[in-house]
């Protein structure tokens, strides 16, 4: 089973756990005024990497609170655990 480190209720099964897609995107300043095919960009595009991928995670069924994460998409390691507004937690909560 994978366990994945809550940052505020630590480690737990994967089931109670939505991933939420690549973090760090950022919604354009002023949407008005870019193209179509910015606006598809940034809601649609994804890097899809092969290997660490810098994601947003839900612990649903749980604290209901959204985290950022670390994980290598190859071999499902969790490197590190951030919270919203903080440091990033270096610790790993996989098993
Ligand atoms: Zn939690």
């Given at each position: 089973m994978l366990l994945i480190n809550c940052p505020w209720c630590?480690?737990?099964a994967e089931t109670e756990f939505l991933c939420g897609g690549e973090a760090g995107i950022a919604r354009p300043l002023n949407p008005e005024n870019i193209t179509d095919q910015e606006w598809g960009d940034y809601l649609f595009m994804r890097t899809n990497p092969r290997g660490n991928s810098y994601e947003q995670w839900l612990h649903a069924a749980g604290c209901r609170r959204w985290f950022k994460a670390n994980r290598d998409t190859v071999t499902y390691r969790f490197t590190s655990f951030?919270?919203?507004?903080?440091?990033?937690?270096?610790?790993s909560g996989q098993e």
């Open positions: 630590g480690p737990r951030e919270t919203f507004g903080h440091e990033a937690d270096a610790t």
